[in-house]
């Protein structure tokens, strides 16, 4: 007989019974652990190894595991909780299979219930991961160029504005310290939030005005505008006024595989 979930769910609760090291972490010490093993498994779907991604899952899967099960001794929910979450989830996707439904975008149901586009979306998500996500929750909702010459561009467009930018002014000084002024900040804000830190209080106000703008354009057919190459209409001085320094960086765990 093969090894279940069932079988899974009672070894991680005798960890956490048995072992000091699994009995001693919380939700928050474990966040490292599960950021890392899901780049793990896309390392192995990257690099097509069958072998490691089923070895990734399984670590990952522990992740899961572990967190269900501390959940658990909270009374807070449990594992058949989250199964039972996903399984509704799943129905509620599929309305033309699990209901009288009609088939439909997922990302066009989810943006019926967003305040904005950016409800849902890890705080902690790369700067690129996010502008992809952002962008593609607009064009779930029609919001997207047809072709790629659009795109291009606004590219295009983008590039003579630093340039316009870099001609104003005295020189940048390449080998200088920076000098982290005004006229930084403007440049920094024609080449983009990667290229500089960001609050996420600046990006969540970004993104509720992207909102706003996709909401407002997709119903008059107009394409995509200037800011941020989805439609969003951010005063330049604003977005100046609000932005501020990150925190500093974390500092992680001893991995959870050097454990005892």
């Given at each position: ?28 010490s474990l966040r490292p652990y599960l950021i890392e093993e899901a780049y793990e498994v896309e390392d192995a779907i990257r690099g097509g190894d069958d072998a490691r991604l089923r070895e990734e899952l399984g670590d990952l899967l522990l992740q ?166 989805i439609g969003c209409a951010v005063g330049r001085s604003e977005a100046r006024r609000e932005g501020v320094s990150q925190g500093p960086p974390r500092t992680l765990a001893p991995s959870p595989r050097t454990a005892p």
């Amino acid at each position: 007989m093969k090894p279940s979930l069932e079988d899974a769910l009672e070894l991680m609760r005798d960890l956490r019974a048995r072992c000091e090291w699994d009995a001693a972490q919380t939700h928050e010490s474990l966040r490292p652990y599960l950021i890392e093993e899901a780049y793990e498994v896309e390392d192995a779907i990257r690099g097509g190894d069958d072998a490691r991604l089923r070895e990734e899952l399984g670590d990952l899967l522990l992740q899961i595991l572990f967190h269900s099960v501390i959940a658990e001794e909270r009374q807070a929910f449990t594992l058949h909780d989250v199964v039972g979450g996903f399984i509704a989830k799943m129905k509620v996707r599929h309305p033309h299979l699990y209901g009288d439904g009609a088939r439909q975008s997922w990302e066009h149901m989810k943006a019926k219930r967003r305040a904005s586009i950016v409800d849902g979306l890890p705080a902690d998500l790369p700067t690129l991961h996010r502008a992809f996500r952002l962008q593609d929750r607009a064009a779930g909702v029609g919001f997207d160029w047809p072709d790629v010459e659009g795109p291009i561009q606004k590219v295009e467009e983008e590039l003579l504005e630093v340039r316009d930018e870099l001609a104003h002014g005295p020189a940048f000084d390449a080998h200088g310290v920076p000098q982290y002024d005004e006229r930084h900040e403007q440049l920094e804000d024609e080449l983009g939030p990667g290229a500089g830190a960001r609050s996420s209080k600046r990006e969540v106000r970004h993104a509720i005005r992207c909102r706003r703008t996709v909401g407002h354009s997709a119903r008059a057919h107009r394409g995509p505008g200037r800011a941020g190459g989805i439609g969003c209409a951010v005063g330049r001085s604003e977005a100046r006024r609000e932005g501020v320094s990150q925190g500093p960086p974390r500092t992680l765990a001893p991995s959870p595989r050097t454990a005892p």
